[in-house]
Structure formats: C-alpha cells, structure tokens
C-alpha cells in the first residue's frame, strides 16, 4: 500500500469537503442538541457523507468509525476515524478553529493521520514512518523542557463530571506553574498544534475516537509523545488522553497521573 500517495489524496479530500464547510460559515444553521453543550449540524453530516463517499473509492476494504454514523460497516484489516468537524461549537458561533480530522488504523495502529485546520487552511498530515508536515513543510514538537515554561492546552468536558473535581485540581496547578492554559475547543486542533511546537502540553478526557486518532499519531510523528492519564497506551478508545512534547512528558504526566487518579 502506497501510503504517502492515499495521504494526498485524503489531503485533496479534505480541501474540497473544507472548501464546502466554509462556503457554509455564516449562513443560519439549523442546529440539533446531541447533549446540553454538544451539537451537529446539517453541516457536519453533509461533510461527513463527503468524506466518506470519496474514502470508500480510496480504499474500498476499509471500514468506518466515523461520528456522525454515516457509515458503520467495520473494515477486516483497515478502518478510518472521522470527525467530519471538530470544533462544532466554535463553527455555529464564527469562532475559530474547526479542523476536519481523518486517521487510518490498519488493525489497532495507526498508519495515516490527516487534521486540516480550516480557520487559518493548516493541513496537518503524517503516514508510517513519515515524520510530520503542516502545508508540506517538515514539523516537529516543542524543544522545552520543563512545565513551568510550557503553553498548555486542554479542552472541558461535556459530560462525565464526576471527574470534575481533580481536573479543576489539575487545571489550578498548570495555572499558576506554566505559561498558561488555552481552550481552543477543537482537540485534533489542539494536539496539530502541539505536533507543530505551538503547545508544549495537551490532555482532556471525555474525547471519542474521533477527536484524537489522527492528531496523536501526527504528534508522535512529530517526535513527541502520548498516553492516557495512568501513562499506559489506552488513549483512542480510552477517552482520556495526554500528549507532549518528548521533554515535558514525564513531568507532565506525573501530576495529571497523581492528581486524576486519586
Ligand atoms: C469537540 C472538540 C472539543 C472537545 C470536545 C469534542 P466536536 O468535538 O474536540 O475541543 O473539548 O470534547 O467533543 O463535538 O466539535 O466534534
Ligand atoms: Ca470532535
Ligand atoms: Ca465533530
């Protein structure tokens, strides 16, 4: 399989599905209400059936996992994971970003990962072995050390609040012993960003499948590293994840580990 040539392709794929979700930015979207703060709109599903229409001609074997339930046929060997928008939110209110998000699994692993940033037309892509790209120039994460000099991302969650008050705990650490703590509300965006040395830290639970496959593997193409909040390997299916540069890794996985796991 010809990896670096399906990349192009998913790249070509998301500029013109990108190129519809802009043309439909300020129109008056009808919006429905999946839970109290998590919404879809004609737009995501519209895009969605885009996706995966050319996906299917792309690679006929694989399957989908795919958030808005276009299709639910599971590829043997292959599969893709889509979030057709990210950052629905800041979409409905003409906030940036919003990213479409597209990864590759060949069985559990991911082999090919594609964030395009629409806001500011960022394409964020890697394959196996590829190192990292952002509009065909080579990236990699931050060389920072240490949390105290770190910029932090994370995102709030839109359910399972019974976790809510050690990630209050964790959030009132970073704040007062890092740069800063940002909430872009798109986590593919969020961890393209820390693939390209932007951020230095990322971690949010409560995500799906969608939201991280294809930035965590860009990060890690881009040298840096990924884990759920106890450091093991669960962090596509696991809802929770961590990803960092290579320097402040274990620093930062220490306290979200302590703190979230007590
Ligand atoms: C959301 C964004 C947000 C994160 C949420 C996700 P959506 O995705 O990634 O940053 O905090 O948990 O659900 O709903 O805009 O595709
Ligand atoms: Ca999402
Ligand atoms: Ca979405």
């Not at 990349?7 to 190129?19: D, F, H, N, P, R």
């Not at 699994?105 to 991911?110: A, C, I, L, S």
Request: hydrophobic share 40%; proline share 2%; glycine share 8%.
């Amino acid at each position: 399989m010809n990896l670096e040539n399906i990349c192009k392709q998913v790249i070509e794929l998301t500029k013109s599905v990108g190129q519809f979700i802009l043309n439909e930015k300020d129109k008056n979207l009808t919006i429905e209400v999946k839970g109290i703060h998590d919404f879809v709109t004609y737009v995501d599903k519209t895009a969605e059936q885009k996706l995966v229409d050319k996906l299917v001609q792309i690679l006929p074997e694989a399957g989908f996992i795919a958030e808005e339930g276009t299709s639910v046929k599971k590829g043997d060997m292959y599969n893709w994971i889509i979030d057709p928008l990210d950052g629905t939110t800041n979409f409905i209110h003409g906030l940036s970003p919003y990213a479409i998000s597209i990864a590759l699994m060949e069985n559990d692993k991911v082999i090919l990962g594609v964030v395009h940033e629409l806001s500011l037309n960022e394409c964020f892509y890697a394959w196996e072995n590829s190192g990292a790209y952002l509009n065909g120039k080579k990236i990699k994460v931050s060389e920072i050390g240490k949390v105290k000099d770190s910029l932090i991302a994370t995102g709030f969650p839109y359910y399972d609040y019974d976790r809510i008050k050690p990630f209050m705990t964790t959030l009132e650490h970073f704040m007062a012993n890092s740069h800063g703590v940002r909430r872009l509300g798109s986590a593919a965006t969020d961890l393209a960003y820390v693939a390209c040395g932007r951020f230095e830290a990322f971690y949010e639970y409560s995500l799906s499948p969608w939201d991280v496959a294809a930035g965590a593997f860009i990060v890690q193409q881009a040298g840096g590293l990924i884990s759920d909040f106890r450091g093991e390997n669960n962090y596509i299916f696991g809802k929770e994840i961590i990803a960092c540069n290579n320097k402040v890794f274990n620093e930062f996985l220490d306290t979200v580990k302590t703190i979230m796991n007590n």
